[in-house]
């Protein structure tokens, strides 16, 4: 038997699964870790912690495995949203922190690309008709204009998972959903670094790395040093997954165009895989990992998709923690069993899931959370339950950005799906029947079929033989009739809001710039 290894490395943690050959997962270990969050809507990582969770979870699934280092023929290795990517000097030594995709602290960078370089022009070249903070080219602007010390000792900028990959093997590498994912830089119909816009923005095209290469090319070989360290054989190949999310669409069997994938975790992932890029929807646009420059991916979704129910159960939910780690319920399935008999709408609560600003398609910084028709009546499991329909309604909004009919079903995928009741929300709020994945791994699961096709020991034939999906789940057409209500009023809160939005922004800042000169006073 012949065995593959995927490896996905998260916001919030690094997860390695290791299958063989006819999809049946042998094992698999996750490594959890903090993201730095040093000022407001700020968000960064020293890489180091993603290379221990890539080395540690690697390890982990081979130790309980038993495989044979011998008999692990290839390992595919994805990442989060490279934001940034990391900055290396000529030593491959990090300068500074990765600006993660969360990251927001380049709104000056983002006005200056609005007035000083055509949008028609980075749509005709990159794909994308949005100019935001989220993108990894407003990042490296930010680094540039604020940092010049550190940015004169950047040789390269590297995404998390090929920084990880260099550590292993040695080589460097970037593949098209990564570097499609930095925006602004990465010109979608030649598929190179385009040096029009590069010029424009003054960053030089030797930080960018090289080569570009699909996720089923193999990038380098596991070194004797991390051989030894990992319990695998040296020269074992690996391929770049790319994004994570990209990867997950492939996990789930995605290798065509037309098909709608919902990836749920810290943030949402919703995308619809194309022939051409979908344009003036305000979506995010990159090549997808498999047949890159053939295939396009079109995402968008709530930036703090999953992380708004973490918030929950962090900040109102220490009675279910406590009972959690006193052997109890874990705390989700517990708040989960206070908001399972709350009717649609939960009694007249809708929330706003845009707690830390917000991407595609909404695409505003300032965008706050919101909580809105509070009563005396709304008891915590209300609370939970409208915080589970807003990342629904926000699953939608997304869907319904495409502009296109989406087939029969819908996948989602992520750590939602630990949920019944959630899932059968999901299905009432859009309209769509949904299916999930058997086995939890998604990323992990495309990593693992891309290692397949790269190495050649699957093709796609194979994979496609996978049995990766659950049975369809239908939604509930007067629950759908009834949240097509509360979904409208969702979208139109948002309207009526948003201008509060930009001025609650304003004076925080104003009011803080206020405080500061009080106290340099003192």
């Known amino acids: ?29 996750l490594e959890e870790y903090d993201v730095l969050t040093p000022k407001p809507l700020w968000a960064e990582q020293w890489p180091d912690v993603w290379v221990k969770g890539v080395k540690d979870s690697i390890r982990a699934v081979v130790k309980k495995s038993g495989v044979a280092p011998e008999d692990i023929k290839g390992m595919g290795i994805s990442g989060l949203y490279g934001g940034s990517g990391v900055p290396v000097d000529k030593d491959m030594k990090p300068v500074r922190p990765d600006l993660i995709w969360m990251d927001r602290r380049a709104q000056e960078e983002t006005e200056w690309v609005k007035a000083n370089i055509s949008t028609e022009k980075l749509t005709e070249i990159t794909g994308d008709d949005v100019v935001d903070p989220y ?3 407003t990042k490296i602007l930010w680094i540039k204009n604020h940092e010049p010390e550190n940015w004169r000792k950047i ?18 590498s970037i593949d098209h959903t990564a570097a499609g994912n930095l925006g602004g830089l990465y010109d979608i119909n030649t598929h190179t670094w385009s040096k029009e816009l590069l010029n424009a923005m003054d960053i030089p095209e030797s930080m960018m790395p090289e080569p570009i290469v699909d996720s089923t090319t193999i990038v380098g070989k596991i070194t004797d040093e991390a051989a030894a360290d990992l319990g695998v054989k040296a020269g074992t190949p690996v391929v770049s997954g790319g994004v994570d999310v990209g990867a997950a669409n492939v996990g ?22 194309s022939k051409t890029p979908i344009k003036g929807k305000g979506l995010i646009v990159w090549p997808y990992p498999y047949k890159s420059k053939d295939l396009v991916y079109n995402f968008s979704g709530s930036a703090t998709a999953g992380a708004i129910t ?8 220490e009675k279910e923690v406590a009972a959690q780690n006193a052997g109890g319920d874990n705390a989700y399935v517990a708040l989960g069993k206070e908001a399972h008999d709350i009717p649609v709408g939960s009694e007249g609560l809708v929330v706003l899931p845009y707690f830390m600003g917000e991407r595609a398609p909404v695409w505003n910084s300032d965008a706050k959370g919101t909580i809105f028709g509070l009563s005396l009546v709304h008891t915590k499991g209300h609370l939970f339950h409208a915080f589970q329909e807003a990342v629904c309604y926000a699953l939608r909004h997304s869907m319904e950005a495409t502009g296109r009919d989406l087939g029969d079903y819908i996948v989602i995928a992520g750590g939602v799906t630990n949920s019944p009741d959630w899932v059968q929300m999901f299905a009432d709020v859009t309209g769509y029947a949904v299916r999930t994945p058997i086995d939890n791994a998604e990323a992990n699961l495309g990593d693992v079929m891309l290692a397949g096709l790269g190495t050649g020991i699957l093709n796609v034939e194979d994979v496609q033989k996978w049995q990766v999906l659950g049975d369809k789940i239908e939604p509930d057409p007067k629950k759908h009739e009834a949240y097509n209500k509360f979904y409208k009023l969702y979208r139109q809160l948002y309207g009526d809001l948003e201008g509060d939005m930009h001025t609650l922004t304003q ?13 340099q006073n003192v």
């Open 252 to 273: 789930m069997g995605v290798f065509e165009p037309g098909r709608y994938v919902a990836a749920i975790g810290s943030s949402m992932n919703a995308a619809l895989v």
């Open 1 to 29: 038997m012949q065995y593959l290894i995927g490896t996905d490395i998260g916001t919030s943690g690094t997860k390695s699964i290791l299958m063989d050959t006819t999809g049946k997962l042998i094992a698999q270990d």
């Open 310 to 317: 973490k918030w929950f159960r962090d900040t109102m939910g």
């Open 135 to 137: 993108y990894g080219y």
């Open 507 to 519: 004076i925080t800042k104003e009011s803080e710039q206020l405080l500061a000169k009080d106290t």
């Open 155 to 172: 040789h390269m900028f590297l995404p998390p998972s090929n920084y990880a990959i260099y550590q292993l093997t040695g080589a460097v």
